[in-house]
């Protein structure tokens, strides 16, 4: 994700990303590791984290998030069993959206040489 994007989320919910400059306890001071077609989806998890009522002896905290195997990786330490089942849901959707441009239309899974989820067109343009 562009830079400017990871700065709109660490601004908008800096308590899911206290540590993020602490290389030893996360992975985020290297941003979001994926395409910018993610970042409604992701947004709108992180904003579903940070209203869920979660044991305050469990705060949240994201410590990676990348694109795996053409889909969602969202890591977390803290939360519960809703928090995570909050996780899943935005992991499986990843893969009916583009992660580069978000569009929801003519999505596949797969790759030449790696997995992705992009559209038609986003596919074609990385062949390129």
């Known amino acids: 994700m562009n830079e400017d994007k990871d700065e709109q989320l660490f601004r908008k919910y800096p308590d899911l990303f206290r540590h993020r400059h602490d290389h030893a306890h ?7 590791c994926c395409g910018d077609g993610w970042f409604d989806l992701i947004d709108k998890l992180l904003f579903s984290i ?5 044991p305050k002896d ?3 905290e994201v410590v990676q998030v990348k694109e795996k195997f053409g889909g969602l990786r969202f890591y977390i ?8 089942k909050l996780i ?3 992991e ?3 893969f009916r959206i583009c992660e ?5 239309d003519d999505v596949i ?8 989820t992009l559209c038609k067109t986003c596919r074609q343009a990385s062949e390129e």
């Open 100 to 104: 580069e441009c978000g569009c929801r």
């Open 88 to 90: 899943a849901l935005a």
């Open 26 to 32: 996360s992975m985020m001071g290297a941003g979001f």
């Open 58 to 60: 469990s705060p949240v």
């Open 109 to 116: 899974t797969g790759g030449k040489f790696w997995a992705k």
């Open 92 to 94: 499986g959707e990843s």
């Open 77 to 84: 330490e803290g939360g519960d069993n809703q928090v995570h």
């Open 50 to 54: 940070q209203s869920y009522p979660y």
